[in-house]
C-alpha cells in the first residue's frame, strides 16, 4: 500500500472540498470494505484518503408511512437487513441486504459505499493496465469472462457487483448527491452509466461529489417486491446473476411492474419492452413463459458466459412466482 | 534374540513407494483388544491443544518474535516466462529502513527443483523469485520491492498441459515439456485381449481442474543465527526434512541446523518440503546479522507453494455382459508446473478392482505455471474421480446396480501383486453406506424426476495405503513427580497427533492423558520421525509409543520388584500404583517408586516395528452422496454424505470425525468450486485471493455421517491403526459427480461441476 494522508471532515462540504480534485488524488472512505481492497492490491493509489465516518446525519433510516423511506448514505447493510419496517414494507431491499457478502462486511459496508463500489473483473482487481485503468486492452474479452456481462458491455464488460442497486432502481429508488454548492437528486436509472458514455467511473459522481440519502417511494399495499440472488457458494459470494421485481397486482393481474437484473451488465439492468409487457399481464404460466423469451432479447454473451441468460429467464420467472399466485396452464 | 534390528523398510508414502533402512522394535505385545474395552485409546476425549488455539496462546512459527528481528519480502516475476535482463536494486537499497537484498547476482548459487537455482534468471511462472528484501517492517519491505527495477525479456509461454505437448510449444526446460523425458507406463494382462473379450466397452475423457492447497496458516519461517548455528521455526510438515534440505542448501552440517514447528495451520501437502522462502530468510539473516521473519501472503500461496496438477483422462473399460471387468486403460497429462512433480492418477484404476488387463500411460508436462505439490491424496482425487464415473458408466450399459457391479468386480487380493491385504473391509463398508444413505430410492433411470428440482444419490469408492511404518521412533520420559513426556520428531499438523498419542501412553501406563506432555516437531531434542504425509502418521507413531510405554512398564516393575523385594506375580498394577499385600499392603504410586530410582527421569525408546511380509496394506471406504440439483440455475445442493471406512483402530472418536469432515468438505470445494484460472492470453493467474478463488463454507457443507466398520487391524502393527487424513476426501467428487447424474441423466465429466456447465448440459 502506499502511504496517504488521511483526512477526517466533520462536514459534507470539507468532504466535498476535499475530495473535489481529482479522481487519482483523492478517494472517499465510509465501510472501507471495498477502498481497501483497491487500496492494498494497489487498484487505486491516492494521495489522500477521505474517511465519511464522522459527518453527521447520514447514519439513519427515516421512514414516514405513505410517503418514503430514506436511508443515510452512512447506514450499515446489516441495519437495513434488520429493519422491522423495511423488512415490512420493502421485503427485496432486507432481502438483498442479508443477502450481501458476510457479517463482517456487513457490519462494516454502508449502503452509500455499496452503491459506489467498484467492479470485481478480476483483470480491474488483478495487476493488468486495462481500458477501465486507463490502458488500452480490455482483456476480459476474449479472455476469461465466465462472470462477465451479457449486455450494456463494450468496450468494457464488467457486471455492476452490487446487490442494493438491483432492487433499488426497482422499487424506484432516488440518490441525493451533494458537493460544495450544491445538490441534486436522481433516480438510480440515471445515477449509473455504461461504459460506452464513461469507461472509467460507474456512476455520475464527479470528484467532490458525495451521496447522502437513498430516498424509496413507499409502495402500496397491492404492490410485492422480492429478490433472488444467485450464487455460487451460498454465503459470501457476489451474485452470478440476480433479479429484483417490484409488481403491482389487481384483479389477477400484473397491473405494472419493474424487473431489474443485476450480475448481467454494468450497471442495473431494465428493460422498457418486458415492464411494458408485465402491464396488464394475466398470472397464468403461458403468459409467464412470454416474459421469459422475452427477457435480456439482446444479450450478447462472451465466449464463456452465454449461461447467463436462460439463468437471468429462470430466476425472473421463479421470482414472478414466488410473488404471485399463478395459474397452472 | 536383539530387541531392536534394522531391516529393509517399504512402504508407501504418497504416491510413492519408498525403501530404506530402519531399525524396528522386535518386541511382540499382546494385541489389544476392540476398543470398547479399552480405556482411553478410541475414546472421543478433547484436543489437548484445543485451548491453546482456541484461546489464541498457541504459537505459530509466525508467533515467534525475536530481539531485532527484521522482515522479509520476496519479489516475484509477473510474467508466466521471462529471462531477467538486469536487475538495479539501488533505489530499494536506499529506502529508510531496508537492510538487505538478495538476488541472483548476489547470492549463492543453490540448486533448486533439481535443474533450477534458489535464483534463476530464467523466470519460467508467475511467482518465480526474483528478488528477496529484509527491512524493519514487512511494509517497508514491501515498498523496496516496488523500487526494485528489473528489466524482463518476455517469452512465448503455455499454460495448458495439452498445448505443451505440441511440437511448436515453447519449451521451459532444455529436455522438453514432458517430465523426465517421456511418459511413465504400467502394463498387466493384455490389453487387447481384455477390450476383445468384453461384450461392452465405453471409452470417456474425464477432467479435473488445478486446486490450490490454501492451508489456513500462510508458509513462513524465523530464522535465527547464533554463530554458524541456523534455528528454524517453520510451517512445515515434516522437520526432519526441512533439516536435511537446508543445511544442503547453505552447506551445512545437519547438525548445525535446528528446526522447530510447535502449532500448525495446516499443510495439506504443501509444506512436505522445505521452501525457497526460508533459505532466502536465511541467507539475509546471515548477511545482515539479524533474525529474520518470512511470512508468505495469500497471493504468494496461490502462486508459488503448490497445487494439486489438473488431469486430462482418457480411459476405457470392459465389461462382458454380466459384468465382469475385462480390461481398463487410462492415458492422462498432468500439469506438474514450471519444474519437476508428480502428476500421476493411475493407482485407482490399477488397484481398485479385480481387473486382470490394465494398461497405462501418464504424462507429466512442464506449463508456465506454479509447480504441483503432493495434495491430500495426490492422484487418487482425481483418479476416483473418472474411474468411478466409469464404473457407474459400464454398470449402467450392463444393466447392473452399481454397487452390485462394485461387489462383482471386488479385488479380494492386491491386483498389481497378487499378495493379501492385512485388513479389507471395504464390502462392509459398501453395506453400512448403502444401508444408511436410502440406496434403493435412488432413481432407477437417471434423470427421471419430474419438477424444477431433481434429487440423485450416488456412490465411489476408495483405496489408499496409509499404513506407514519404520523408521518412526518415541521417547518417554518419567519424571520423578510421576509425570511423563512424550519426545518425537514427528509434527501435528492440526490432526491430532499430540492428543492420540497421549491417549496411547496413557492407555498403556493407565494414567490420565492430561499428565502426559507431548513435545512434537524439533530436530535438536526429538528422536527420527517421518514427515508427516501419506496419512501416515498416526500409523508410524503410535506402535513407537506404545513400544516405548510397555518398555516403561516394564522397567516399572522391574523397579517395584525390587523395592517391594518381591517377584512380579505377587505385585499388581492399576491406575499408576504399584501395590501387594505381601507380606502386608503396602502400595506405590508410580511417582514414588520413580523417586526411588538414582536417576532423575527414566527413559525409555520406542521403535515402530517392522510391516508384516507379504502383505499389501490398504485403508478402504466409500462415501455415498445424496445430491438436489436445480434445473433453474444448474446449482448443485449436496444434501448428505455417508462416509464408511475401514481405517483399522480408530484412536480417537473426535479427531477422527474431524478428519473426515475436513475431507469432504476440501472434496467438496475440490467438486463444486475450487478453481485455479489462468488467464489463457496472459498466462496469469486471475483468482489467487479467497473470494475468487472459492474454498466451501459451512452453508455449503451437508449433513455428514460416519460409519468406521473396523475394529483393529492387529496384523498391521500393535495399534492396529490404518490412515484416514487423505482416504477422507478421496471419494467426494466422485460420489458427488455420480450422484448429479442419477438426478439429471447427464453426465458431467470436468470438475469442478459448476453451474453453468449443468444449466448448459441441461439445455443441450
Ligand atoms: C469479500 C467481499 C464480498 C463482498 N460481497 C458483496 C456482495 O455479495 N454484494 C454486494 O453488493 N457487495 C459485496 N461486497 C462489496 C462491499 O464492499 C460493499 O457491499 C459495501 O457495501 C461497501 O461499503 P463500504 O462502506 O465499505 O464502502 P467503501 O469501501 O468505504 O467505499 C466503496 C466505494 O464507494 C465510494 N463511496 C463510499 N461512500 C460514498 C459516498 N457516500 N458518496 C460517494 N462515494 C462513496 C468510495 O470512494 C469507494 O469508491 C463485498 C466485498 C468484499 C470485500
Ligand atoms: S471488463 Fe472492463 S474492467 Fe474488466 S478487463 Fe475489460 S476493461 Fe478492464
Known sequence: MKPFVYHQPKSIEEASVLSAKNWEEAVLFAGGTDVLGLLKDGIEEPKEVINLKGLEGLDQIDFTKGKELRIGALVKIAQIAEH?????????????????????????????????????????????HCLRKGGDECFAVEGENKYHCVIGGGPCYIVHPSDLTVVLQALGAKVTIVWKGG???????????????????????????????????????????????????????????????SV??????????????????????????????????PLKDADLQKLKALALKEAEPLEQNAYKIPLARNLMLSLLKELMPIIPN | MAENKIIKSKFFFEEEE???????????????????????VGKGITRLDGYDKVSGSATYAFDVILPRMTFAKTLRCPHPHARIKSIDTSKAEKIKGVLGIITYLNAPKIKWYGNSFLFDPHLRYEGDEVACVAAVSEAIAEQALKAIKVEYELLPFVVDARKALKKDAPKLHKEGNVVRGKPSKYNRGDLQNGLKEADVVIEQTFNTQVEIHNPTEPHGSVVNWNGDHLTIWDSTQGVFRVRSQVAAALGLPESNVRVIKKYMGGGFGSKLEAGKYTVMAALLAKTIGRPVRIALDRREMNL??????????????????????????????????????????????????????????????????????????????????ALEQLIDMLAEKVNMDPLEFRLQNY???????????????????????????GWEQRNKVAGSQSGPIKTGIGMSSQIWWGGGGPPAYANLKLNRDGSVQIIAGSQD?????????????SEVLDIPVEKIEVILGDTDTAPYCGSSGGS??????????????????????????????LPKNKIKYAKGKFSTVEPKPRVLTIGQLARKMGERVLETVGRREANPKGYAINSFGAQFAEVAVDTNTGKIKVQKIVAAYDIGRVLNRLTIDNQIHGGIIQGLGFALFEDRILDRNTGKMLNANFHDYKVPTIKDTPEIEIHIVSETDNRLSNTGVKGVGEPAMIPTPAAVANAVYNAIGKRITSLPLTPDKILMALQS
Open chain 1, 248 to 281: 403491482r397486482i389487481a384483479n389477477g393481474r400484473i397491473e405494472s411492474g419493474r424487473i431489474v437484473f443485476g450480475g448481467v451488465a454494468p450497471k442495473p439492468w431494465e428493460e422498457e419492452t418486458l415492464n411494458r409487457e408485465l402491464k396488464g399481464l
Open chain 2, 18 to 40: 519408498i525403501e530404506q533402512l530402519a531399525e524396528v522394535s522386535e518386541r511382540k505385545y499382546r494385541p489389544w483388544p476392540n476398543n470398547d474395552k479399552l480405556k482411553v
Open chain 2, 536 to 565: 501416515t502418521t498416526a500409523a508410524s507413531v503410535t506402535p513407537a509409543v506404545r513400544d516405548a510405554a510397555e518398555q516403561m512398564m516394564d522397567k516399572l516393575y522391574s523397579a517395584a520388584m525390587a523395592q517391594f523385594d
Open chain 1, 183 to 245: 445538490q441534486k437528486t436522481v433516480p438510480t436509472s440515471q445515477f449509473f452509466v455504461l461504459p460506452e458514455e464513461d469507461l472509467y467511473r460507474e456512476n455520475i459522481l464527479k470528484p467532490g461529489e458525495i451521496v447522502t440519502h437513498i430516498h424509496i417511494p413507499v409502495p402500496d399495499s397491492k404492490m410485492k417486491s422480492g429478490y433472488l440472488k444467485f450464487k455460487e457458494r451460498d454465503v459470501w459470494d457476489f451474485a452470478v446473476v440476480s433479479v429484483a421485481a
Open chain 1, 84 to 128: 422491522p419496517a423495511i423488512k415490512q414494507s420493502f421485503p427485496a431491499l432486507a432481502q438483498a441486504a442479508a443477502q450481501t457478502a458476510s457479517p463482517q462486511l456487513r457490519n462494516m459496508g454502508t449502503i452509500g459505499g455499496n452503491i459506489c463500489q467498484r467492479p470485481r473483473c478480476w483483470y480491474f482487481r488483478g495487476d493488468f
Open chain 2, 304 to 385: 508459488a507453494v503448490g497445487n494439486r496438477p489438473d488431469s486430462f483422462q482418457t480411459l476405457k473399460g470392459a465389461v462382458t455382459k454380466d459384468g465382469r471387468l475385462t480390461a481398463l486403460y487410462l492415458k492422462s497429462i498432468g500439469s506438474a508446473g514450471a519444474y519437476p512433480a508428480g502428476t500421476g492418477c493411475a493407482w485407482p484404476l490399477r488397484s481398485m478392482y479385480d481387473c486382470p488387463n490394465v494398461s497405462v500411460e501418464e504424462y507429466g508436462v512442464y506449463i508456465n505455471a506454479g509447480r504441483a505439490r503432493a495434495f491430500r491424496a495426490p492422484g487418487h482425487v482425481q483418479g476416483f474421480f
Open chain 2, 411 to 437: 479385488a479380494h487380493e492386491e491386483p498389481n501383486w497378487h499378495i493379501p491385504y492385512t485388513s479389507k473391509l471395504l464390502k462392509q463398508a459398501y453395506l453400512v453406506g448403502a444401508k444408511s444413505i
Open chain 2, 493 to 505: 499438523l492440526g490432526t491430532g497427533t499430540y492428543t492420540i498419542l497421549a491417549q496411547v501412553a
